[in-house]
């Protein structure tokens, strides 16, 4: 079973599925944290960068709170522009210093957390992403892009986790059903949540791939909790 799902994942990466849409384009890894040991977020802190902006940048204790807002959004813009330029360690830096005048915007928290994980940085794009999900508790991509870090990394329990905290919020996000089916698949798990997941991904899912994977898993699913009532009719 092992070896099936990990050949059927292994074909949905090749054929650029399994993106989950965090982000398709992966820059090298400059500066890189780790996730195991680490112990606090720590903003590219080793990683100096010239952090060039428009927006004119004062100590956030001398601005007033309108002030401090709309310095955040100027930054968080030019550390858009800078991302879609490839310069990551630069826009990574402009996110940084946009959150220390307003650490309260989810989305300038979701897109610095997108930077990071470009950079490779995984254990501070988690934390950005817990920090968005904090400002936002109504969107669910902050914890479907954890859940899909942590999936990455083999950590299926944790994905597993994230999923279902995204879903909590929106039961039919599509990425994060398609990111619990498949945590589910590869550790194993057959139950009637997971037929329930399956289900509501076929209502929402327009992929060809991922429905028929979907069609597959879902035979796969209801045969064996058909195998396993069986088996607890006869040992009762």
Known sequence: MAR????????????????????????????????????????????ATDGRSDAQTEAPETLSPAERLALAWRLADDAERERERGRLLEAADLYRRSVSYSGTIAAVWNNYGKTLYELGDLYNAVEAFKRAAESEPTDPRPFEHIGHIYYEIGWDEPALDYYEKSLSITPTHLRSLRGAVLTADRIGRVADVDLERIRLALLVERDDAYRSYFNRRQSQVKERLKEERAFKNRSG
């Not at 059927?8 to 400059?30: H, K, P």
């Open 4 to 47: 099936k799902v990990a050949s059927e994942v292994t074909r949905m990466q090749r054929s650029g599925l399994l993106t989950n849409g965090i982000l398709g384009r992966r820059a090298r890894a400059v500066c890189v944290a780790t996730l195991v040991g680490a112990a606090a977020f720590v903003p590219l802190s080793g990683c």
